[in-house]
């Protein structure tokens, strides 16, 4: 889960995407219906602290408490660093706040345009084919 509204949230996300070749993952907005249902009990402001991740059968995980079983679901090299990630979790949980903190300066560093993305509109393998035709 992601917060729309934030440039560099959906394009983080896309690459997110992008890397997942399997089609494992499924973008779900903060904004939208669904995070209400997929989050319950919680509200809008509680919601929008943090990205989540809701895995079936898991429970749901926000902030850098995140990353590792987000890495664990994708291929190459992640679950490598997700393993890494959950043995740091102080570290991690840092580092996903200083991101999360200084993410309009991120999103001005990618730039507008790739802000701009949809990141509901990227298929899974995306860069693969966009390097394969380039």
Do not use: K, N
Not at 3 to 27: E, V, Y
Not at 99 to 110: E, I, M, P
Not at 113 to 123: G, H, K, L, M, Y
Request: net charge positive; hydrophobic share 40%; with cysteine.
């Amino acid at each position: 889960m992601y917060d729309s509204d934030c440039g560099f949230c959906r394009w983080a996300l896309a690459r997110i995407l992008a890397w997942d070749r399997r089609g494992r993952l499924r973008p779900v907005a903060l904004q939208d219906d669904a995070a209400v249902l997929l989050l319950p009990g919680t509200d809008a402001e509680e919601r929008a602290r943090s990205w989540h991740i809701v895995i079936p059968g898991e429970e749901v995980r926000s902030g850098g408490a995140a990353l590792p079983p987000l890495l664990r679901l994708l291929p190459g090299g992640a679950p490598w660093l997700g393993a890494v990630a959950a043995t740091s979790p102080r570290s991690t949980e840092r580092l996903y706040r200083w991101v999360a903190d200084h993410r309009d300066w991120l999103g001005r560093l990618v730039g507008a345009r790739a802000c701009s993305v949809d990141p509901r509109e990227v298929r899974p393998g995306d860069r693969e084919r966009r390097r394969d035709q380039g």
